[in-house]
């Protein structure tokens, strides 16, 4: 690691880090906007709807909390290490990560984020939320597909074969030699 970088002004914005191949520009305001509509729908179902309340008198408040909270510590688990793998190391040059969490799925951060709205729905039992959770999954898979043509372009066949190696979102159980 070189932490000399660390104070250089092209590293202050993740967005145009010279090491990192690139997000779509407005990835976070897009993050931002779903997450601001998931709580819309939440409080919308809950104080007008309702539909919610007829779900949740079915499982026990003990198990969906347990539960949701094991979906959410997992998910920021997730999304946490994988921020800090991708952003704790300055390079010159563009680098592919393949290990560690990235060994196991492509986008651990994005994976770990809808885990994260899984465990609050797992919670709430929201109808009205699991709409706006399959539109969330939409835009994920969309700004991932995005962040995958940008390495395809600066890593080429060397990204297509961790492409062909690494599932996207579901870790294999029984890994191929």
Do not use: C
């Not at 660390?6 to 779903?34: C, F, I, M, T, W």
């Not at 809950?46 to 919610?52: E, L, P, Q, S």
């Not at 026990?60 to 290490?81: D, H, K, N």
């Not at 899984?118 to 995005?146: K, N, R």
């Amino acid at each position: 690691m070189n932490n000399q970088l660390k104070d250089d002004p092209r590293y202050l914005n993740h967005e145009s880090r010279p090491d990192l191949a690139g997000e779509h520009p407005q990835g976070d305001r897009y993050q931002l906007y779903a997450f601001l509509l998931f709580t819309a729908a939440v409080l919308i179902d809950h104080f007008f709807i309702g539909w919610a309340s007829s779900f949740r008198s079915v499982i026990p408040f003990g198990v969906r909390l347990t539960v949701a909270l094991l979906i959410v510590l997992f998910g920021l688990f997730l999304s946490l290490s994988g921020i800090h793998t991708v952003f704790s190391e300055y390079t010159e040059e563009p680098r592919m990560i393949t290990s560690g969490l990235f060994s196991f799925v492509r986008h651990p951060v994005y994976l770990g984020a809808m885990l994260v709205y899984i465990g609050m729905l797992t919670f709430l039992l929201s109808p009205l939320a699991l709409v706006v959770f399959m539109a969330i999954f939409l835009l994920y898979d969309w700004l991932a597909q995005d962040e995958e043509t940008r390495m395809l372009k600066v890593f080429g066949q060397q990204y297509e074969v961790y492409r062909l190696q690494t599932p996207k979102w579901l870790p294999r159980i029984f890994r191929r030699n």
